[in-house]
Antibody
Framework: EVQLVESGGGLVQPGRSLRLSCAAS????????MVWVRQVPGKGLEWVSR????????DYADSVKGRFTISRDNAKNSLYLQMNSLRVEDMALYYC??????????????WGQGTMVTVSS | QSVLTQPPSVSGAPGQRVTISCTGS?????????VHWYQQLPGTAPKLLIF???NRPSGVPDRFSGSKSGTSASLAITGLQAEDEADYYC???????????FGGGTKLTVL
């Protein structure tokens, strides 16, 4: 079964760090672009970051650039998001998703269930 | 303010046809980047509904169709069913932002 399972969310104080993980199974992980998308409860989807199959291409939304770092370990079929200097506005449900191909321009065809990040003092 | 503009809400009676628009600009849809559509049922993760402007993944009913022209795209749903009540999002790539973008989402209410 094709599956993505996120973990690592939780409650964190403003200015602190958190690392999210996404475990992939059921497909050839290193063939595809992977992305992080977040959603404030009750609000819309916001693309956060993408990483190409070989980590050669990495992009970030302006809202997280310089604070978040995306990475992947193809040997472990895992995607990560290191979030530093967290702000209240980063509080959201974070989804990892799989690109349909390796281009980064295509749709996201597999989504995890999300992991909630709460930023509060 | 989303880069892709969608109406906040649409509604229709069972059996009717509704359309959801998605308006972009010269740096995304107008450049030729494809538009994709997602359905998000309450409390669940988004599900890919249409990719590459008008293609349906396996398992998506043919009641759902997509189209794109210039800087605009639309999702059409025919034969509305109660189970179609959900939030719908368009998505594309923006060359100026060097990243993917989503519309603000449209809530579909089946009357």
């Amino acid at each position: 079964e094709v599956q993505l399972v996120e973990s690592g969310g939780g409650l964190v104080q403003p200015g602190r760090s958190l690392r999210l993980s996404c475990a992939a199974s059921g497909f050839t992980f290193d063939d595809y672009v992977m992305v992080w998308v977040r959603q404030v409860p009750g609000k819309g989807l916001e693309w956060v970051s993408r990483i190409s199959w070989n980590s050669g291409i990495i992009d970030y939304a302006d809202s997280v650039k310089g604070r978040f770092t995306i990475s992947r370990d193809n040997a472990k079929n895992s995607l990560y998001l290191q979030m530093n200097s967290l702000r209240v506005e980063d509080m959201a449900l974070y989804y990892c998703a799989k690109g349909r191909d390796s281009s980064g321009y295509d749709a996201f065809d597999i989504w995890g269930q999300g992991t909630m990040v709460t930023v509060s003092s | 303010q989303s880069v892709l503009t969608q109406p906040p809400s649409v509604s229709g009676a069972p059996g009717q046809r509704v359309t959801i628009s998605c308006t972009g600009s010269s740096s995304n849809l107008g450049t030729g980047y494809d538009v994709h559509w997602y359905q998000q049922l309450p409390g669940t993760a988004p599900k890919l509904l249409i990719f590459g402007n008008s293609n349906r993944p396996s398992g998506v009913p043919d009641r759902f169709s997509g189209s794109k022209s210039g800087t605009s795209a639309s999702l059409a749903i025919t034969g509305l069913q109660a189970e179609d009540e959900a939030d719908y999002y368009c998505q594309s790539y923006d060359g100026s932002l060097s990243g993917s973008i989503f519309g603000g989402g449209t809530k579909l209410t089946v009357l």
